[in-house]
């Protein structure tokens, strides 16, 4: 393969609901409180096990406003974030040791072979159709290094159905309604009611299934939440050092088996570019 660089204005590119639903600037505080912090510190815990040793240079793709960036600068990685979002792109930029820019997933800036890591942290959410993931992956797989490591987060597709039994909302016929139609097709409607935007919540064989696809070798899936995050009193527990630190420790246990990684709110997929 010849030595690329690839870039272009990808503003046009991603879906108008997406960019405004980010716009309102909620992503920067939604992994630092309440029970999502489950979701940050298992995603931490994850990469500090497969990431290799600092420093190497990191590609964030989909970074957000550096959520994930911040920690990984500060472990003495090299840290470059892309975003399709202009207002994370400020906010990450802000960051120590961390260089952000307004790309997209499906058309990444960087030379072939030029990183040591590519990180999917988002991205594959809100491309509902399987070749633009496809795309995005085997962009990551250009991009990373011969024997470099690339790991995607994926939303499960029972995510909806599980969260809206969590909250009581299962019962309004308006959500269940939308939650079943998302069980089967997998796709979430920001115009049908819901309080995300426009994702695609995915079956736990399709991450490594586009990852074959797109030329990269899957090494391991991991659920990041497990059952915890559908348990009462998950916010108290993640505010008790001693109680947090047995929840991890619980949910770390379980992560990588097979008959539950659909209960995850969320799964991180690890592959790697033949060397």
């Given amino acids: 393969m010849t030595e690329t660089t690839r870039s272009q204005d990808p503003a046009v ?5 997406i960019l405004a639903y980010y716009a309102q600037g909620k992503e920067d505080g939604r992994l630092r409180q309440g029970s999502d912090r489950l979701e ?3 995603t931490q815990d994850v990469l500090r096990r497969l990431l290799p040793t600092a420093p ?3 590609l964030d793709v989909g970074g957000g406003s550096g959520i994930h960036a911040e920690w990984l600068a500060r472990d003495g990685y090299e ?5 399709p979002v202009p207002l994370h792109v400020e906010q990450a930029g802000r960051l120590p040791g961390v260089e952000a820019r307004v790309g997209d997933a499906r058309e990444l800036p960087g030379q072939d ?5 590519v990180l999917l942290l ?3 959410y809100h491309l509902p159709e399987r070749a633009d993931r ?7 797989r250009r991009v990373v290094r011969p024997g470099g490591l690339v790991v995607a987060a994926t939303i499960n597709r029972f995510a909806g159905l599980h969260d809206m039994l969590r909250q009581e909302l299962y019962f309004t016929a308006e959500h269940r309604a939308r939650v079943d139609r998302e069980r089967e097709e997998g796709r979430h409607d920001s115009e049908d009611g819901g309080l995300f935007t426009t994702a695609y919540f995915a079956q736990p064989h399709e991450a490594p299934e586009e990852f074959t696809d797109a030329g990269l070798a899957v090494t391991g899936q991991y659920g990041l939440e497990g059952v915890a995050w559908l348990m009462g009193g998950i916010e108290d527990w993640l505010g008790d050092p001693d109680r947090r630190e047995a929840v991890l420790t619980a949910t770390r246990r379980i992560e990588s088996e097979p008959t539950l990684l659909g209960t995850s709110g969320h799964l991180l997929t690890a ?5």
Wanted: net charge positive; charged share 35%.
């Fill in 113 to 117: 072979a030029s990183y040591d890591v």
């Fill in 271 to 275: 592959g790697r570019r033949d060397a």
């Fill in 134 to 140: 496809v795309r995005a992956l085997s962009e990551a």
């Fill in 13 to 17: 590119r991603v879906r108008e609901e």
């Fill in 79 to 83: 840290v470059q974030l892309l975003d």
């Fill in 122 to 124: 988002g991205p594959l």
């Fill in 56 to 58: 190497a240079r990191v």
């Fill in 40 to 42: 940050f510190w298992r």
